[in-house]
């Protein structure tokens, strides 16, 4: 998130109720649960692929014994699978009306109908529906289609993680899923083009940034109140983010040349740098 979103976060927490803390990134609470709930003795570089309801997050992430730490971080802030659900949306209209010569309308197929329509693409080839008496089907290869050209992009920005964090595909050891359009087959296909190996999913993609953040906030609340158990699960976690955007400030610079103001942009804080930065 930018500035103003966690800012916006951060509000909303306040109006109802909550007295926030501390604020934690979504791939940095996935690549926590991973490291906690393995249960194995994880070394190395992984990959944490998020791609929610509303944006894609992909981390590369050093693991080594308890300590989690971020080396490269990237994103597309308005990408996910609400555009996956309009675009199919628009397809269908689309097609009623080629096919079949019959105006519908989005009140006729709700975005909630092309939610439902891509979850059962993402368990079966072919789905046919249903509106105002007239069926249609849909394929699976129609919907990949659909939404080839958001893959394309996002395969770019994990390309650009990778070439941050000075790594190549083959030296990551596993990709870990977060967020539930990542149950899409052909999304699975992508990450696989990317890294040249399957991800691993856990049964609750939707629930893996919840669940690190949990084990987060088990770290930095005050351990005696905590049982024994997730007590010494917290007590051993290290881990260190980065910036994921540059940060700086806009001042007016005079021009000795053309003897005017102008706007101008300086950077503070680069993007990539280690948090907390002095």
């Known amino acids: 998130f930018p500035n103003d979103a966690r800012v ?13 803390s501390h604020l934690i990134n979504e791939p940095t609470a996935a690549a926590l649960y991973y490291a906690k709930e393995s249960g194995e003795n994880l070394s190395g570089p992984i990959c944490v692929y998020d ?8 981390s590369i992430v050093q693991l080594k014994d308890n300590e989690v730490e971020v080396i490269s971080t990237e994103g597309v802030h308005y990408l996910g699978g609400t555009d996956f659900d309009k675009k199919l949306q628009d397809y269908v209209i689309k097609k009623f009306k080629d096919e079949k010569n019959k105006k519908i309308s989005t009140k006729d197929f709700k975005l909630l109908d092309a939610e439902e329509l891509k ?29 080839s050209t958001d893959l394309a992009m996002i395969e770019m920005v994990c390309e650009a993680a990778l070439e941050n964090s000075k790594l190549k595909a083959s030296d990551i050891n596993q990709i870990i899923l977060a967020g539930g359009s990542t149950r899409i087959p052909c999304v699975r296909k992508s990450i696989k083009k990317v890294f040249g190996k399957d991800p691993i999913s856990f049964n609750n993609p939707d629930e893996l940034m919840a669940l690190g953040a949990a084990i987060y906030a088990g770290h930095k609340a005050d351990h005696d109140l905590l049982n024994s158990m997730p007590q010494k699960t917290v007590e051993k976690i ?14 007016l610079r005079y021009d000795e040349k053309t003897e005017v103001e102008e706007l101008s942009n300086y950077v503070l804080i680069e993007k990539g740098e280690k948090i907390p930065v002095s």
């Open 238 to 251: 290290k881990y260190s983010d980065i910036t994921s955007k540059y940060f700086g400030y806009l001042a």
């Open 8 to 20: 916006a976060t951060l509000n909303a927490a306040k109006d109802a109720g909550l007295n926030v």
């Open 51 to 58: 791609l929610g309801g509303g944006t894609f997050d992909v």
């Open 119 to 147: 979850i059962s693409l993402s368990k079966r080839e072919e789905k046919t529906i249903g509106v105002k008496n007239t069926n249609i089907k849909i394929s699976r290869q129609e919907f990949e289609d659909l939404i």
